[in-house]
């Protein structure tokens, strides 16, 4: 974003202050919600598994810890099941709330834009519209300020992202800065080979695609114009075999976009569960082999 269409856009956003600083204080609370809910699943593995995390698993946990206690039920179970659920509902209706005051800042904010500009038009002078000024009038009328809806869309769900992540460092700092930082590394070793593997794929398939777009360009116009001579020369089946070639490479790139896209998301689940794999197996020699104790021993490594 230059430094243009960040004033223009703080201009916007200074007209509606106070509905920005609700919207920034639901996607506080939204994200909290988020950790509060991860967090709430701890007691209530722990005591399914029938380990207890009193006095383990850092502040947080402890708070979680003690609302349940709070809870006039006597099963253990019911009772953690009851705060998740509880915390659950909290986010779901929390979500949607943050999606209604998005929706509704973002098309007043677009609404009042068209409002302010149709009415500097309907206010101009006539010499303002014979003269040649060099701009498109029907698109900043229409198109641009749909683009600063899709800014306005954009940019709460960013901040979201980025509070959500604090939130959830700050829960797993709580509970084990150790593990916090061997997931740091692993997610930032993850992503560096991601960029660095994506960054050579997305260029040559981006490459590949806009070079077969300006060729399919090309040999389009080329048949269109010389229909004429194609048609008297019977070179149909040449020129149409031309355009099928790169329409077929077109597929295939466009296939291998769409499978490189989704390349990340498989591997990242494949080392989470090859690495819970390896944790099983390592608490399961710690349990002695047995496998009636395996939870609860990795329930109380997780939460010392």
Sequence with gaps: MTARSFEALRFFLRRRTALIAILLIVLVVSAGLEGLTAGALFPFVGAIVGQSIENRGGPILQLLTRAVAWIPVQDR?????????????????????????????????????????????????????????????????????????????????????????????????????????????AGMAAYGLIKLVSRRVSYAIGKGQAELMLAEHGFAREFLLGIRDIILNRATVFWTGRLEAASDRSRRLYVSDLVWQAVPGVLIEVLFFAGLSALVVYYRLQAGGSSGTLLPVMAARCTD
């Design 77 to 185: 179970v019911v009772a953690t099941m009851l705060l998740l659920l509880t915390c659950v509902v909290l986010k779901g209706i929390t979500v949607l709330v943050r999606e209604a005051l998005i929706a509704f800042a973002g098309a007043r904010i677009v609404h009042e834009a068209k409002q302010a500009l149709l009415a500097r038009l309907a206010t101009a002078p006539y010499t303002f519209f014979v003269r040649p000024t060099g701009k498109d009038l029907t698109y900043q009328l229409t198109i641009a300020p749909q683009s600063l809806g899709a800014i306005l869309l954009l940019l709460p769900y960013i901040a979201m992202q980025a509070f959500t992540m604090a939130v959830i460092v700050v829960l797993l700092f709580s509970m084990d800065w150790h593990l916090t930082v061997l997931i740091s590394l």
